[in-house]
């Protein structure tokens, strides 16, 4: 496996042969919380910004390389859209004075992502469908992360005023 795959498939993960988008989000997740808690969420979005525009660049190479656009196996747009999900929802959740609010930020932004990820709604599947090369593969899903770190941060307010 070549290094750039490497890279698109986040550590091989995107070669799932079931639902390789989930298992790529997954795979992202512990790295991401390790970011976050290690090295704060500065950093996790620095690399987030980083990955996003490198895999801009990969992905057009890779689309060039193969002919094929937004193949199933590229998961490194899962791993930035879960990233800003997540940071989003840790925002919230250490304002919040309740138990667990850390625990449930990186269940709804995993969720939420997903939702989003999947259901593709307004913007988010107009960018899918209609920008090509790599940023139409990394825009949808950086979309997807805001939408998903605000659904989840509204939820977890919600919580706070009913706790």
């Known amino acids: 496996m070549t290094l750039q795959k490497l890279f698109l498939t986040f550590g091989g993960s995107g070669l799932s042969p079931k ?5 790529g989000t997954l ?14 969420s500065e950093t996790l979005f620095m690399v987030t910004l980083a990955i996003t525009i490198i895999g801009i660049f990969e992905i057009n190479k ?5 002919g ?8 490194i747009d899962e791993a930035a859209g879960m ?15 309740y ?4 625990l449930l930020a990186i269940i709804f932004s995993f969720a939420a992502f997903r939702l989003f ?5 307004s913007t988010i599947g107009w960018i899918d469908r209609e920008l090509k090369g790599g940023l139409g593969v990394m825009m949808d899903d950086v979309l997807a ?19």
């Open 145 to 163: 992360g805001i939408a998903g770190g605000l659904l989840s941060a509204i939820i977890l307010m919600g919580i706070g005023e009913i706790v």
């Open 117 to 121: 990820d999947i259901w593709k709604p």
């Open 27 to 40: 795979a992202s997740l512990p790295v991401g919380i390790a970011i976050l808690y290690y090295l704060g």
């Open 83 to 97: 990233w800003l999900a997540l940071m989003i929802a840790h925002s919230t959740a250490i304002t919040m004075n």
């Open 68 to 75: 094929l656009h937004d193949q199933q196996h590229i998961v």
């Open 62 to 66: 890779y689309e060039k390389a193969t």
């Open 99 to 102: 138990p667990y609010a850390d």
């Open 19 to 23: 639902a390789p988008g989930t298992v």
